[in-house]
């Protein structure tokens, strides 16, 4: 962690901004710059939401219900935006979400995640479905904290190496994918028949010999209607290594083979029950927190099986479209929890002040995911740190525009939530 992120004197930031990429001074304008990197099938793949994309839009125009209540005349000339994190002080109260194969961005994908955020001293999220491996992403993310997010696979073995290699490796937690019994209908995929190229690899399950065939993956075993192997078919299909995520009318057949992203991500099996005790118990001392979770009945199953955290989070609005956008849903998961246990959110957020209105809202942490890929798409490391800066800056600020030094004040009296008539309510 830079050593300027502590306690950074208001002062500085004048000459900081001298520093900036005029050409990119805000998160939609890396999200204009990224668009033009990136070939059709990486844009729609990274940018789409489920359906008609309406819960990816509400995630982020949840944000706009609510107003700051800024208080005045308060010392903001030392600002403390950093907090305690999976044992590392992160510099501000943000982390990167794990976002499957970043090398369709950049050709140092993941590494170049891991080096703006270890430079950034903010803590990265790493996708099962990366496509570097877990080992090389801690190594360059040195001291800095990485927690691995895990697809349960229906043969544990896989699982279990994953985890192993996660523990050995230092990673300090696995973020457990909740919401993906099968994968939403992401139709601009469909259309596109998305596929890895060629050059690319799900580079954790490359190299094992049980894995061998992965490489494969994709050749000639797309089913053209429906190659992402999206939701609950109607009729019975075929596929070369494996039909997970597929019905065959009464009965599932669990995927066999090599591990891709279309058969093995999903696992409509899991249940709390079977899953969480069985992760505790393979995981410690690494923790285990549940991602994906958006009502409070959830978040209370969640802590009767001792989980170590929650992630608020609609998988950025690509699995159930019509679901609840995280920031409304997550008052409701912050008072089942009671602060039993660190809630997070992520999911639209795309400024700073998001950031200070969902720690208003009780949230303890948010991640952000589309951000950094655009980053990465725009300059690689140099525009996944741009986009730390911008967030962490523009957070920097609001919190002192707003009247707080410490992360720890942000509370709801900063906030009203604006009423379709105009009017606004404290909360
Ligand atoms: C291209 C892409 C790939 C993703 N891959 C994964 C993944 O492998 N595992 C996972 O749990 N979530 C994945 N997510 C969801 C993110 O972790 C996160 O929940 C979401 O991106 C947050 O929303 P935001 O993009 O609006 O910030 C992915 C999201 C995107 C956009
Ligand atoms: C490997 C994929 C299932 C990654 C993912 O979670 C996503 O595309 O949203």
Request: hydrophobic share 35%.
């Amino acid at each position: 962690m830079p050593n300027t992120a502590d306690r950074k004197p208001a002062s500085m930031q004048a000459s900081e901004a001298t520093n900036y990429d005029l050409n990119c001074l805000t998160i939609a304008e890396l999200e204009k710059l990224a668009r033009e990197r990136m070939d059709k099938q990486t844009r729609d793949y990274y940018n789409e939401g489920a359906d008609d994309g309406s819960t990816l839009k509400e995630n982020q125009s949840a944000y706009g219900k609510y107003r700051i209540r800024p208080r005045v005349l308060r010392d903001v000339s030392v600002i403390d935006t950093s907090v305690n994190i999976f044992g590392q002080r992160n510099s501000s109260p943000f982390g990167i979400a794990p976002t499957a194969m970043q090398r369709l961005a950049h050709d140092d994908g993941e590494l170049a995640t891991a080096r703006a955020c270890r430079k950034a001293g903010i803590v990265m999220g790493l996708s099962s479905f990366a496509t570097s491996t877990l080992e090389d992403v801690k190594e360059e993310s040195g001291e800095n904290a990485n927690v691995l997010q895990l697809y349960l696979f229906e043969e544990k073995n896989h699982s279990i190496k994953l985890i192993e290699r996660a523990k050995k490796a230092g990673y300090k937690a696995v973020l457990l994918t909740v919401d993906t019994p099968y994968l939403g209908r992401r139709n601009l995929e469909i259309r596109n028949q998305f596929k890895l190229p060629s050059h690319l690899k799900i580079a954790n399950f490359a190299g094992n010999p049980d894995d061998e065939e992965e490489i494969e993956q994709e050749k000639g075993e797309i089913d053209a209607e429906h190659p992402m192997g999206h939701s609950p078919p109607q009729k019975i299909r075929k596929r070369r290594n494996s039909n997970a995520g597929w019905h065959d009318g009464e009965k599932r057949v669990a995927p066999t083979g090599p591990i891709t992203f279309h058969t093995h991500a999903p696992n409509p099996t899991l249940s709390w029950e079977e899953s969480i005790p069985w992760l505790k118990e393979v995981a410690a001392p690494m923790e285990v927190w549940v991602k994906g979770v958006a009502t409070g009945e959830d978040a209370l199953l969640a802590i009767h099986h001792n989980v170590d955290g929650i992630v608020v989070s609609n998988h950025g609005g690509r699995q159930l479209n019509g679901a609840l956008a995280t920031l409304d849903a997550l008052p409701e998961v912050v008072e089942a929890v009671g602060g039993r246990v660190p809630v997070h959110v992520d999911g639209g957020v795309r400024h700073g002040t998001d950031i200070f209105k969902a720690l208003a809202l009780g949230a303890d942490f948010v991640w952000v995911g589309r951000p950094a890929l655009w980053g990465l798409a725009y300059k690689g490391e140099e525009g996944v740190a741009l986009c730390l800066r911008l967030l962490s800056d523009e957070f920097r600020l609001c919190m002192s525009l707003a009247g707080v030094t410490r992360v720890k004040d942000i509370g709801k009296e900063y906030l009203v939530k604006l009423n379709r008539d105009g009017f606004v309510s404290r909360l």
